[in-house]
């Protein structure tokens, strides 16, 4: 898939919560075009590609980009950092979808300039109204910087 034609970028390596995201939001209408990320270096990869040294052009970010904390290789909080401390990317919204209850982890993403902190509950259906919520908030409610 062609990284222009991404809308979210999910960042998830469980794949039980990666199944249950792309379901609430493909159920709802919500996002056609979702890339996921399994790790943390998989995420830094796409948004920042190897033979792209600046980042990516305007027209290649995703809209969005969903962002699990605990994370293999390179963790949510070291993601994060990097995108947001990028010209080319910081005005890209970066919201942390967690399960981590941890206050340190809230203020953490907060200092690092997180959009929005989310815990992922732990009941399907609220889940499911938690993902729906979020994509439609973040795709049709908000205005975009760029």
Same mark, same amino acid.
């Given at each position: 898939?062609?990284?222009? #034609? ?15 995201? %792309? ?14 990320a399994r790790d943390g ?18 027209? #290649? ?15 949510? %909080? ?10 080319a990317t910081k005005l ?39 993902v729906r919520h979020l994509?439609? *908030? ?7 910087? *760029?």
């Open positions: 898939m062609n990284s222009s #034609e991404i809308e979210i970028l999910l960042v998830e390596d469980n794949p039980s919560d990666v199944e249950l995201t %792309l379901h609430a939001l493909r159920h709802n209408c919500v996002v056609n075009r979702i890339h996921v270096a998989e995420a830094l990869e796409f948004v920042f590609p190897r033979e792209t040294h600046e980042g990516p052009s305007l027209l #290649e970010r995703p809209k969005i980009i969903l962002l699990d904390l605990k994370l293999p290789n390179v963790d949510g %909080l070291e993601v994060l950092r990097s995108i947001k401390s990028n010209d890209v919204p970066v919201v942390m979808l967690t399960s981590s209850k941890e206050e340190i982890d809230l203020i953490s993403g907060h200092q690092l300039e997180v959009d929005s902190y989310m815990q992922k509950p732990v009941d399907f259906a609220q889940f499911r109204e938690t994509g439609l *908030y973040w795709m049709l409610v908000n205005e975009p910087l *760029y």
